[in-house]
């Protein structure tokens, strides 16, 4: 074992510390760089992004609430995922896109589906179907501007949507009255994500604008306790409207910096046009970094073996045990194989906390599996590059100092 | 009294062809532990091949080579390997060192393969630089010492196992 040790600290030292950088970088490269490269130079192309595209229907509808996110965590990962992708931005594990406004406010945009608010029915405390008149006009369904909850219901109605406490909620889309993120203790909440089961205690205090939601029991995990006090200001509906209509309410949001408004049909085209520049991204990248990578991991063998080569000579020369050797480069070749993989996870994971990652790879399964063989094949090319140089280099006899210095 | 002792060696570069270059040719000789032996002759007469036979680096054609009555010949490479760290010491005419690696890295390299440990290893090797008049230069790369320096180094690097 000492001697194994030595051996592979010689190896390693042989082969420099500038050398190993360079060798994991490429390895660690095969892992990132396409992603880091795509994210780099493609992002201004995603306005929209719809994970769950095929979750929805024929359109989008957008609630848009314009919601002052201040001094908490959220507030801070928002203005982090705004300032690294200045177009929309998904949240991890939501259906919620933010736009960053001119005012520094940030707005978000929920995605909901025709079966949700067909089943979510939208009635007020005497049973009156409200504001969700499904009526077709010129291919115009309507739109809700400035809807607030106190204009459906009165202060102290009964939620329509509870049949009674302690009863199973019966749809997941009480957020959508509660306005996305809640303030509670300077910590943000978000109900949308409340579960279809939950039961619900004695929901919604409402005084004026301020909705309190006091007890929300069967969520995650025991009781927890929330306060709302955010306001929808404003909901949009769209469903097939006519391009004009569409045109002008997406002038009206540009112009107030809100954000966009767009049927699904349009997230669907801007999503498989943002798939398509990114699969073109890769494909150049790859094109690029393959020919680079190999043409390095040649120069590099080669340097490295005529300095493996003549390591190998010496040592036999002193006494080197062929086990010894063999042993030595599997160790080396082991934290070769290592260090990078580990480099490379560790480097994915920042990028996910970071939000860099997460909101091009959530939910495609097809680029991540694009992306993942690419980079099996540049590393596994890495790795098997050295071996070559191992064998040659078994070959390396200390007669050839000997023949070196007769010469 | 150890002894090295060659009997009727042989060494035939190519063996059985058309270009076959005979270099040794029944060289039998006895050499004594504690003496010193020069190996003289003209450019081609075969003394670098007699070195390499005698240090287990390469194979003779036919003969015996021993090691105090232990033929090298009929060992495996990491038998050889081994009288090669315990019982040989080289010093080249290029000095045979990696220059990457400071002189005591490389002095100490015998000794590991020898079997001693680390700390033992490096001990000797401070020893028998400090025999050589360098236990300043342990530290230093090979590649920034002078030739001579670099001899002393590879003197001390062959005499770290007191070969013989």
Same mark, same amino acid.
């Given at each position: 074992?000492?001697?194994?040790?030595?051996?592979?600290?010689?190896?390693?030292?042989?082969?420099?510390?500038?050398?190993?950088?360079?060798? %994991?970088?490429?390895?660690?490269?095969?892992?990132?760089?396409?992603?880091? +490269?795509?994210?780099?130079?493609?992002?201004?192309?995603?306005?929209?992004?719809?994970?769950?595209?095929?979750?929805?229907?024929?359109?989008?509808?957008?609630?848009?609430?314009?919601?002052?996110?201040?001094?908490?965590?959220?507030?801070?990962?928002?203005?982090?995922?705004?300032?690294?992708?200045?177009?929309?931005?998904? %949240?991890?594990?939501?259906?919620?896109?933010?736009?960053?406004?001119?005012?520094?406010?940030?707005?978000?945009?929920?995605?909901?589906?025709?079966?949700?608010?067909?089943?979510?029915?939208?009635?007020?405390?005497?049973?009156?179907?409200?504001?969700?008149?499904?009526?077709?006009?010129?291919?115009?369904?309507?739109?809700?501007?400035?809807?607030?909850?106190?204009?459906?219901?009165?202060?102290?109605?009964? +939620?329509?949507?509870?049949?009674?406490?302690?009863?199973?909620?019966?749809?997941?889309?009480?957020?959508?009255?509660?306005?996305?993120?809640?303030?509670?203790?300077?910590?943000?909440?978000?109900?949308?994500?409340?579960?279809?089961?939950?039961?619900?205690?004695?929901?919604?205090?409402?005084?004026?604008?301020?909705?309190?939601?006091?007890?929300?029991?069967?969520?995650?995990?025991?009781?927890?306790?929330?306060?709302?006090?955010?306001? +929808?200001?404003?909901?949009?509906?769209?469903?097939?409207?006519?391009?004009?209509?569409?045109?002008?309410?997406?002038?009206?949001?540009?112009?107030?910096?809100?954000?966009?408004?767009?049927?699904?049909?349009?997230?669907?085209?801007?999503?498989?046009?943002?798939?398509?520049?990114?699969?073109?991204?890769?494909?150049?990248?790859?094109?690029?970094?393959?020919?680079?990578?190999?043409?390095?991991?040649?120069?590099?063998?080669? +340097?490295?073996?005529?300095?493996?080569?003549?390591?190998?000579?010496?040592?036999?020369?002193?006494? %080197?045990?062929?086990?010894?050797?063999?042993?030595?480069?599997?160790?080396?070749?082991?934290?070769?194989?290592?260090?990078?993989?580990?480099?490379?996870?560790?480097?994915?994971?920042?990028?996910?906390?970071?939000?860099?990652?997460?909101?091009?790879?959530?939910?495609?399964?097809?680029?991540?599996?694009?992306?993942?063989?690419?980079?099996?094949?540049?590393?596994?090319?890495?790795?098997?590059?050295?071996?070559?140089?191992?064998?040659?280099?078994?070959?390396?006899?200390?007669?050839?100092?000997?023949?070196?210095?007769?010469? | 009294?150890?002894?090295?002792?060659?009997?009727?060696?042989?060494?035939?570069?190519?063996?059985?062809?058309?270009?076959?270059?005979?270099?040794?040719?029944?060289?039998?000789?006895?050499?004594?532990?504690?003496?010193?032996?020069?190996?003289?002759?003209?450019?081609?007469?075969?003394?670098?091949?007699?070195?390499?036979?005698?240090?287990?680096?390469?194979?003779?054609?036919?003969?015996?080579?021993?090691?105090?009555?232990? /033929?090298?010949?009929?060992?495996?490479?990491?038998?050889?390997?081994?009288?090669?760290?315990?019982?040989?010491?080289?010093?080249?005419?290029?000095?045979?060192?990696?220059?990457?690696?400071?002189?005591?890295?490389?002095?100490?390299?015998?000794?590991?393969?020898?079997? /001693?440990?680390?700390?033992?290893?490096?001990?000797?090797?401070?020893?028998?630089?400090?025999?050589?008049?360098?236990?300043?230069?342990?530290?230093?790369?090979?590649?920034?010492?002078?030739?001579?320096?670099?001899?002393?180094?590879?003197?001390?690097?062959?005499?770290?196992?007191?070969?013989?």
């Amino acid at each position: 074992m000492r001697k194994t040790i030595y051996v592979f600290r010689q190896l390693f030292a042989q082969l420099g510390t500038g050398v190993m950088v360079v060798f %994991m970088m490429i390895a660690v490269t095969s892992y990132n760089l396409t992603y880091w +490269i795509t994210i780099r130079y493609t992002h201004q192309n995603i306005l929209f992004y719809a994970p769950n595209a095929l979750q929805m229907e024929q359109w989008a509808f957008l609630n848009v609430s314009l919601d002052l996110l201040q001094d908490d965590h959220q507030t801070t990962l928002l203005s982090q995922a705004v300032n690294q992708l200045p177009g929309v931005v998904q %949240m991890a594990e939501s259906q919620t896109f933010y736009f960053p406004m001119q005012d520094g406010r940030v707005v978000n945009v929920d995605a909901y589906s025709t079966p949700l608010l067909n089943a979510l029915g939208m009635r007020d405390s005497q049973g009156q179907r409200i504001a969700w008149n499904a009526s077709v006009q010129d291919e115009c369904y309507p739109v809700w501007v400035d809807a607030r909850l106190k204009d459906v219901w009165p202060i102290g109605a009964a +939620i329509p949507l509870l049949r009674s406490a302690h009863e199973p909620l019966l749809y997941p889309g009480i957020s959508f009255y509660v306005a996305g993120h809640l303030n509670y203790r300077n910590a943000v909440v978000r109900l949308s994500g409340m579960q279809p089961r939950s039961t619900l205690e004695d929901i919604m205090d409402m005084s004026g604008d301020v909705y309190h939601m006091v007890t929300v029991a069967d969520w995650m995990e025991g009781l927890m306790e929330y306060r709302a006090d955010a306001t +929808i200001t404003r909901c949009l509906q769209l469903e097939g409207p006519s391009k004009d209509y569409i045109k002008s309410l997406d002038a009206e949001v540009r112009s107030k910096a809100i954000g966009f408004c767009a049927t699904y049909q349009q997230l669907l085209d801007r999503y498989n046009s943002t798939e398509e520049a990114l699969s073109k991204s890769y494909a150049s990248t790859i094109w690029f970094m393959l020919p680079m990578s190999v043409i390095g991991l040649i120069g590099l063998q080669a +340097i490295l073996f005529e300095r493996l080569k003549r390591l190998s000579a010496v040592l036999n020369l002193c006494g %080197m045990p062929r086990s010894a050797w063999l042993n030595g480069w599997i160790l080396l070749l082991a934290s070769i194989l290592l260090v990078p993989t580990v480099l490379g996870f560790w480097a994915f994971v920042v990028l996910q906390r970071l939000n860099i990652v997460y909101p091009l790879t959530m939910g495609l399964p097809a680029r991540i599996g694009f992306l993942l063989p690419v980079g099996m094949i540049l590393y596994t090319v890495c790795f098997l590059s050295v071996l070559p140089t191992i064998w040659c280099i078994r070959y390396a006899k200390p007669i050839d100092l000997l023949r070196e210095a007769d010469q | 009294m150890k002894t090295l002792r060659l009997i009727n060696i042989e060494k035939t570069y190519n063996p059985g062809r058309e270009w076959a270059v005979p270099a040794l040719r029944g060289i039998s000789y006895t050499f004594y532990a504690g003496k010193s032996y020069a190996l003289m002759g003209v450019s081609g007469s075969g003394k670098t091949t007699l070195l390499n036979v005698i240090g287990g680096l390469d194979f003779p054609t036919n003969g015996q080579c021993l090691w105090d009555g232990q /033929d090298m010949t009929g060992l495996s490479d990491s038998q050889r390997a081994s009288i090669r760290a315990k019982q040989i010491g080289f010093v080249l005419q290029n000095y045979g060192l990696v220059e990457d690696l400071s002189a005591l890295d490389n002095c100490i390299a015998p000794a590991v393969f020898a079997g /001693d440990t680390m700390r033992k290893a490096r001990h000797k090797a401070i020893c028998a630089m400090e025999q050589m008049h360098i236990p300043e230069l342990a530290r230093r790369p090979v590649k920034r010492m002078s030739g001579g320096q670099k001899q002393r180094v590879a003197i001390a690097r062959a005499l770290i196992n007191q070969p013989g």
